[in-house]
């Protein structure tokens, strides 16, 4: 299915069942109708305007709040992004380089959007697949094929 595909998915979900229960958080119990998350996704790109200025940008997603993560990952769809999942990385740390390396302009976390390469100007040429090999911890492998 493509991005827009699934992008015109959620519109009619969000049109047809607007008031119908789409996430509830475990945690506290607070509950997000449909309706409750377009809107966020609204009010989100509303105060990040240059993650829709271009499409086809990589985003780095560490949020751990599935709330922020669902909203994320809306917001992505809805600006062409490529999400890659990551854990936070801290400036200076051979994770940020290594982010730098895969083309990623933007780590999302709970409270924030990092630029972490800001004139990244579209995903790169080549895929990144997530493996965790023997650790157990997902390290990102870009390649061509």
């Not at 004139?119 to 493996?131: R, V, Y």
Request: charged share 20%; glycine share 6%.
């Amino acid at each position: 299915m493509s991005r827009g595909a699934i992008l015109a998915e959620w519109e009619k979900i969000v049109e047809s069942r607007s008031n119908e229960l789409a996430l509830v958080r475990a945690v506290d119990g607070e509950s997000y109708r449909f309706t409750d998350l377009a809107l966020a996704v609204e009010r989100f790109l509303a105060e990040h305007p240059f993650l829709s200025e271009q499409s086809g940008q990589v985003w780095a997603l560490s949020a751990t709040d599935p709330v922020q993560w669902m909203i994320h990952c809306l917001a992505g769809l809805q600006c062409q992004a490529v999400l890659l999942p990551v854990e936070s990385v801290q400036a200076g740390s051979s994770d940020l380089e290594r982010l730098q390396s895969l083309g990623v302009a933007y780590q999302l976390t709970e409270g924030a959007v990092l630029p972490i390469n800001e004139n990244a100007e579209s995903s790169p040429d080549f895929l990144i697949k997530m493996t965790s090999g023997s650790t157990g911890v997902p390290t990102c492998i870009p390649f061509t094929e």
